[in-house]
C-alpha cells in the first residue's frame, strides 16, 4: 500500500509539473497596447529616423491628466522616444550634431518644452535628470481640429532643406522646425564631381548651373556652367536654362537671342512643348525690356 502511494504521488507531481512547465513554456502573440513605429524620413539630405511607441485615447482625457502638466513626459509610452539625425541638424535654431537621443517634452495648456536627452537609453522618465539635457526650448501647444487616437509623430512641411516635426495625441498639436545642411553638401559634391571627371559632361555642368539657378546662388557661376555645357554639346534645354539665366541678370535681350536658338533646336528636335515654353518667354522679357527702357 505504501508502495502504492508513492507511485501515485509520483506520477501526480510528474504530470503537474510536466502541465506547469508546458504552461511556462507556452506563448501567444497579442497585439500590443502602445504599437511600437520607426520612421525614416529624409529631410534635405539628411536622415532622420524616430523610434517611438503609440499610446491610444481610448477615452481617457490625455494633457492636464493622464500626461500631467509640468512634467517631464517621456512623449510616447514603454521606453523613451528616440530620435536619430544622420548629420549636424538645426532645431529651431539650435545646433545639434549627428547621433540619437532620446525626445522628452515637458507639456504646457499653452506652451511645451522640448528636450533632447543625451542618454537614449533611459527606459521612460523615473530617473531623467536634467544635468543629461544636450538641449531645451519652447514651442507653442495648438488645438488640433481631428482627434488623433494614436500618438503620432510626423514630418510635415517640406522644403529642399528643412521640415516640421509634429506631435498629435488627442486634440493637442506642438511642431518645431528641423533644418539641415544641403548647400555646403551639394556645392562639395558638384565641385568634387567636376574636377574629378575623365571626360567633360554636358550634364553635369548642366546640373550644376540648374542648382544655382533654382537656389538664387551665383549667377555669374552658373552662366560660366551652362555656357560650357553648350560648348560639349548643345542642347535645347540647357541653351533655353542659359536663357533663364541671362533673364534672372535682368540681361533681357542675350536671353531671348538664347530662347530664340532654343526654339531653333527644340524645333530640329521636334519638342513642341520647349518650343511654346521659349515663345511664352520671349513674350514676357520683350515686355520687361520695354518698361526696362522706359
Same mark, same amino acid.
Given at each position: 500500500?505504501?508502495?502504492?502511494?508513492? /507511485?501515485?504521488?509520483?506520477?501526480?507531481?510528474f504530470?503537474?509539473?510536466?502541465?506547469?512547465?508546458?504552461?511556462?513554456?507556452?506563448q501567444? +502573440?497579442?497585439?500590443?497596447?502602445?504599437?511600437?513605429?520607426?520612421? @525614416?524620413?529624409?529631410?534635405?539630405?539628411?536622415?532622420? @529616423?524616430?523610434?517611438?511607441?503609440? *499610446?491610444?485615447?481610448?477615452?481617457r482625457?490625455?494633457?492636464?491628466?493622464?500626461?500631467? %502638466?509640468?512634467?517631464?513626459?517621456?512623449?510616447? #509610452?514603454?521606453?523613451?522616444?528616440?530620435?536619430?539625425? &544622420?548629420?549636424?541638424?538645426?532645431?529651431?535654431?539650435?545646433?545639434?550634431?549627428?547621433?540619437? /537621443? &532620446?525626445?522628452?517634452?515637458? *507639456?504646457?495648456?499653452?506652451?511645451?518644452?522640448?528636450?533632447i /536627452?543625451?542618454?537614449?537609453?533611459?527606459?521612460?522618465?523615473?530617473?531623467? !535628470?536634467?544635468?543629461?539635457?544636450?538641449?531645451?526650448?519652447?514651442?507653442? #501647444?495648438?488645438?488640433n481640429?481631428n482627434? =488623433?487616437?494614436?500618438?503620432?509623430?510626423?514630418?510635415?512641411? /517640406?522644403?529642399?532643406?528643412?521640415?516640421?516635426?509634429?506631435?498629435?495625441?488627442?486634440?493637442?498639436? =506642438?511642431?518645431?522646425?528641423?533644418e539641415? +545642411?544641403?548647400?555646403?553638401?551639394?556645392? #562639395?559634391?558638384?565641385?568634387?564631381?567636376?574636377?574629378?571627371?575623365?571626360? *567633360?559632361?554636358y550634364?553635369?555642368?548642366?546640373? &550644376?548651373?540648374?542648382?544655382? %539657378? !533654382?537656389?538664387?546662388?551665383?549667377?555669374?557661376?552658373?552662366? +560660366?556652367?551652362?555656357?560650357?555645357?553648350?560648348?560639349i554639346?548643345?542642347?535645347y534645354? @540647357?541653351?533655353?536654362?542659359k536663357?533663364?539665366?541671362l #533673364?534672372k541678370?535682368?540681361r533681357y535681350d542675350q536671353?531671348?537671342?538664347a530662347? !530664340?536658338?532654343?526654339?531653333?533646336?527644340?524645333?530640329?528636335?521636334? !519638342? +513642341?512643348d520647349?518650343?511654346?515654353l521659349?515663345?511664352?518667354y520671349?513674350?514676357?522679357?520683350?515686355?520687361?525690356t520695354?518698361?526696362?527702357?522706359?
Amino acid at each position: 500500500m505504501h508502495k502504492r502511494n508513492s /507511485y501515485l504521488l509520483f506520477t501526480l507531481f510528474f504530470s503537474f509539473t510536466f502541465l506547469f512547465s508546458g504552461l511556462a513554456f507556452a506563448q501567444i +502573440e497579442l497585439p500590443p497596447i502602445s504599437p511600437r513605429a520607426k520612421i @525614416t524620413q529624409k529631410v534635405g539630405l539628411t536622415d532622420v @529616423t524616430f523610434d517611438y511607441s503609440r *499610446p491610444s485615447v481610448q477615452g481617457r482625457k490625455i494633457f492636464g491628466d493622464l500626461v500631467p %502638466y509640468g512634467k517631464v513626459w517621456r512623449t510616447g #509610452a514603454n521606453e523613451s522616444t528616440k530620435i536619430t539625425f &544622420a548629420d549636424n541638424v538645426t532645431l529651431e535654431g539650435n545646433r545639434v550634431p549627428a547621433g540619437t /537621443y &532620446a525626445l522628452y517634452t515637458i *507639456p504646457g495648456e499653452d506652451q511645451w518644452t522640448i528636450i533632447i /536627452y543625451k542618454d537614449p537609453t533611459l527606459w521612460g522618465s523615473d530617473k531623467y !535628470n536634467q544635468g543629461n539635457d544636450l538641449l531645451r526650448f519652447n514651442v507653442p #501647444a495648438q488645438k488640433n481640429a481631428n482627434n =488623433v487616437e494614436a500618438f503620432t509623430i510626423d514630418l510635415t512641411n /517640406y522644403t529642399q532643406n528643412s521640415a516640421d516635426v509634429e506631435l498629435l495625441w488627442a486634440k493637442t498639436a =506642438v511642431k518645431f522646425r528641423i533644418e539641415t +545642411e544641403v548647400d555646403a553638401k551639394v556645392m #562639395a559634391e558638384i565641385e568634387e564631381r567636376i574636377k574629378n571627371q575623365k571626360e *567633360p559632361d554636358y550634364s553635369l555642368y548642366y546640373l &550644376a548651373a540648374g542648382y544655382l %539657378y !533654382n537656389n538664387d546662388k551665383n549667377l555669374t557661376q552658373a552662366l +560660366e556652367w551652362i555656357n560650357k555645357s553648350i560648348s560639349i554639346d548643345p542642347k535645347y534645354w @540647357t541653351v533655353h536654362l542659359k536663357a533663364k539665366i541671362l #533673364a534672372k541678370q535682368k540681361r533681357y535681350d542675350q536671353a531671348i537671342a538664347a530662347a !530664340n536658338e532654343s526654339v531653333f533646336l527644340a524645333k530640329k528636335a521636334r !519638342n +513642341e512643348d520647349y518650343v511654346k515654353l521659349n515663345q511664352r518667354y520671349i513674350t514676357q522679357w520683350k515686355k520687361l525690356t520695354k518698361q526696362k527702357a522706359v
